[in-house]
């Protein structure tokens, strides 16, 4: 192999594997993901921390799974009434070298239609989709109904 095979070859897979780790999901990394599982067709709801190690924002702009048919983003919030409510949320920014948490009563993913009920501590995939196209797939913890944390 010539000298400049090879170089042109370092170069490309440097330029590959930069360019690997420059997706908004190879930013974040995910952690104490958790899902509080609810008794019969209830929806479930997920939680999950999420920290961007990168110098960019990242924008979160949904999830998937193929055990839950529908996976939404949403926030629990307190109205100009007093009442608690959730609402769909389109998107959530993850500052640069900021983290966000998925949480009961704040932000989180609302779990419906399972396919097969998950098990009191067994793990639910779901990926995390972000708004360059790039995908987190994170192992969740399934909780009982009564539970506040991943542990």
Known sequence: MT?????FGLTWGLLLSGSAHC???????ASHAWIRLLPGDLPAGGYV??????ADG????GAHSKTYASVMLHQSIRDAAGMDRMVM???LAIPAHGQVALSPAG????LEQA???PKVDGTV???LDFADGSHLPVAFLVRPANATDAN
Do not use: D
């Not at 997706?23 to 990394?29: D, E, V, Y």
């Not at 921390?49 to 990168?54: P, Q, T």
């Not at 932000?107 to 609302?110: E, G």
């Open 23 to 29: 997706t908004q999901a190879g930013q974040i990394a």
């Open 125 to 127: 995939q779901i990926t």
């Open 3 to 7: 000298a400049r095979r090879l170089l």
């Open 115 to 117: 396919s097969s009920a």
């Open 58 to 61: 990242v924008v979160l702009i």
């Open 89 to 91: 949320v389109r998107h």
């Open 107 to 110: 932000y989180h993913l609302m």
């Open 49 to 54: 921390a999420l920290r961007n190690s990168g």
